[in-house]
């Protein structure tokens, strides 16, 4: 393993991305973000327009400008332009994730060290509008991923899919975009399949897709499946346990067919690929950011064979495994 090139100067900018990420997250809170996906203004219309101190709007614009997020042109700013479209309303959206992404910053500060330290890291209920949050920004960032997922893979001849833990189904609505014979069975729990159901009405997936309320660990999966989904599904499980969803999963395919796992990517050792080890921290002592070897080993102990992998980009990567029998 090569050696670390941090040097001082480096690890002082580190320590300040506490400020940056605070930054992006109350720059979409506020709606500063939203308005320069919008159109240019200046700190002074931006500020007057959103109801904000002038002098902290222009400092927070010079700042979003450094970080790459904004660009200027004399005294307007403006959202980068390979950017802006993901702070406007619609299915690109990433503002409503801003939000969750706050709420992490807290938990985190007031939680990490005292875990280190061997107390447990408390999980709180969610109150009915953290639940709803927490739905936005899940679907704000997964129906995102669940396209290009959908782009990525050869999904000719897969006419009956699976989606595990599949929450509101936007990783089976873009299957069934993308393949108009595929249909989809999504399993989450009772909460999430009564609004995730609801939600579907209007959106041209009725009959494709249906809900199965229950627990990926025990409720039954049924059969036959082309293709069964573990989509940011592994992270959230102990070794014994994504060892035992993936048996789980490969019992319900057809011959022929796969099981696809999407999730964060990691290195053999996991400690060389930044955003896999901070995820991996994020999933305490319950789950983890499981290398390629591991989750292969499971698709092998489940007797799958002709292993596929593909990069989403430099975080995120599809791990598929075939039942010949």
Request: net charge negative; hydrophobic share 40%; charged share 30%.
């Given at each position: 393993m090569p050696e670390s090139?941090?040097?001082?100067?480096?690890?002082?900018?580190l320590l300040w991305g506490f400020a940056s990420h605070r930054i992006v997250t109350v720059g979409g809170r506020t709606g500063i973000l939203r308005l320069l996906a919008e159109r240019p203004v200046t700190p002074e219309m931006a500020a007057s327009e959103l109801g904000l101190d002038p002098l902290a709007t222009n400092k927070m614009l010079r700042a979003l400008t450094a970080l790459g997020i904004a660009d200027a042109e004399g005294d307007h700013y403006r959202a980068a332009r390979q950017l802006a479209p993901h702070f406007l309303?619609?299915?690109?959206?990433?503002?409503?994730?801003?939000?969750?992404?706050?709420?992490?910053y807290e938990s985190w500060g007031a939680t990490l060290e005292p875990w280190l330290r061997g107390e447990a890291w408390p999980v709180a209920?969610?109150?009915?509008?953290?639940?709803?949050?927490?739905?936005?920004?899940?679907?704000a960032m997964g129906?995102?991923?669940?396209?290009?997922?959908?782009?990525?893979?050869?999904?000719?001849?897969?006419?009956?899919m699976l989606d595990v833990g599949g929450g509101w189904g936007h990783f089976a609505k873009a299957f069934c975009a993308a393949n108009p014979h595929i249909s989809a069975v999504v399993l989450d729990t009772p909460v999430v399949v009564e609004r995730a159901a609801a939600e579907l009405d209007g959106s041209g997936f009725e009959?494709?897709?249906e809900f199965l309320a229950g627990d990926y660990l025990e409720t039954a999966y049924g059969s036959a499946f082309d293709l069964v989904l573990l989509a940011n599904v592994l992270h959230q499980e102990t070794a014994d346990r994504a060892r035992d969803l993936v048996r789980r999963s490969a019992e319900a395919l057809a011959p022929g067919g796969r099981i696809v796992v999407?999730?964060?990517?990691?290195?053999?050792?996991?400690?060389?690929?930044?955003?896999?080890?901070?995820?991996?921290?994020?999933?305490?002592?319950?789950?983890?950011?499981?290398?390629?070897?591991?989750i292969r080993g499971w698709m092998e102990d489940a007797g799958l064979t002709s292993f596929e992998r593909m990069d989403l980009g430099p975080d995120r990567w599809i791990l598929t495994g075939t039942r010949l029998d």
């Open positions: 090139t941090l040097d001082l100067d480096g690890f002082q900018r309303p619609g299915d690109r959206d990433v503002v409503p994730f801003l939000e969750h992404s706050h709420s992490m209920e969610r109150t009915p509008e953290e639940k709803s949050r927490f739905g936005a920004a899940m679907r129906a995102q991923m669940a396209r290009r997922v959908a782009a990525a893979l050869d999904l000719d001849g897969i006419e009956r009959g494709r897709i999407v999730d964060f990517a990691i290195d053999d050792e996991q400690r060389r690929h930044l955003l896999g080890a901070l995820f991996a921290i994020n999933m305490r002592s319950f789950g983890d950011t499981w290398t390629e070897p591991a």
